[in-house]
């Protein structure tokens, strides 16, 4: 069915509906339209642009403000109001459609990472099973999906030094896990009253032989160390320190530090954030 709103200006096949005629396909509207608005030279040249540069909604725009200039023609009328209908339905559909998206995008992105995270926590027990396969396979994941979440790297930390040798850089020897620096070795060693060492040091001397030079004795368990709880208090620190938390992060370590200090990982840490400044 074609109809003529004036001679020469034909108007494309229109399916007919509930709220008046509507248009086959919006390409077939707009040649409708931009045959309406001969009339009009200046809205039809910008149409032509707009819809050779593929900005249909901007060309349908253009050729409707063309025919707003004879509001005297009742089906011109019509149509300006079925295209202006049609458009604001589209927009909103494409509207509804967006943020439909964005919502599943948005659940499916929290469910993601609630799996991830208790991934996490399952690596963290099968680590304290002693099952470092499954927990290296399982902070692996999370390193895949969570490639910016500190979890997955502790956990692999914490693998790396449980099971390096003991002379490995990742697990730092006795002999470089307690080296006493001068003064300190001068402030441990109190004189005795008379001029002499302490019987602590006399002790060790008569133990040692004559051959071998006198070593400063460990400290005993009963001093304050706590390897366990110092390795504790370092990951503790370590967390704070990935996620911008200085004064907790140097607390941490501090006191990690205290508990054991020969933990050089704690150290280095604490003196990282010295060099970085206070917060």
């Known amino acids: 069915m074609t109809c003529s709103v004036r001679p020469g200006v034909l108007i494309a096949p229109l399916k007919p509906g509930t709220a008046g ?31 050779i540069e593929g900005n249909l ?28 209908d049609d458009m604001l339905e589209a927009e909103r559909t494409r509207l509804a459609d967006t943020g439909e ?23 963290n027990l099968a680590a304290s099973a002693g099952d470092r396969e499954w927990a290296r396979t399982l902070y692996t994941w ?58 602590r040091h006399a002790a060790v001397r008569q133990i040692s032989p004559v051959s071998e030079p006198v070593q400063e004795p460990r400290a005993p368990a009963s001093h304050g160390r706590d390897p366990a709880a110092a390795h504790r208090a370092y990951l503790s620190g370590l967390s704070d320190y990935l996620h911008g ?15 054991d200090p020969s933990h050089a990982r704690a150290a280095n840490l604490l003196k990282r954030l010295g060099r970085e400044g206070k917060p």
Request: aromatic residues 2%; hydrophobic residues 35%.
């Open 57 to 84: 909604r901007g060309a349908l725009l253009v050729a409707v403000e063309g025919l707003s200039e004879s509001p005297g023609d009742a089906a011109l009328a019509r149509l300006q109001r079925l295209v202006l």
């Open 142 to 199: 999370v390193r895949d999906t969570l490639p910016n979440h500190p979890c997955w790297r502790i956990g692999l930390a914490n693998l790396k030094d449980a099971t390096a040798p003991p002379d490995s850089p990742h697990r730092p020897s006795a002999s470089r896990r307690f080296k006493p620096r001068k003064s300190q070795l001068n402030s441990r060693r109190p004189e005795s009253s008379h001029g002499g060492s302490s019987p």
């Open 101 to 123: 998206t964005l919502r599943r995008r948005s659940e499916d992105r929290a469910v993601e990472v609630s799996n991830a995270l208790d991934k996490c926590r399952r690596g």
């Open 21 to 51: 005629l509507r248009p086959a396909r919006p390409g077939v509207l707009l040649v409708v339209l931009l045959a309406a608005s001969v009339r009009a030279q200046g809205a039809l040249e910008p149409a032509q642009r707009l819809y």
């Open 245 to 259: 938390r200085k004064v907790r992060a140097r607390a941490s370590l501090k006191a990690a530090v205290r508990l």
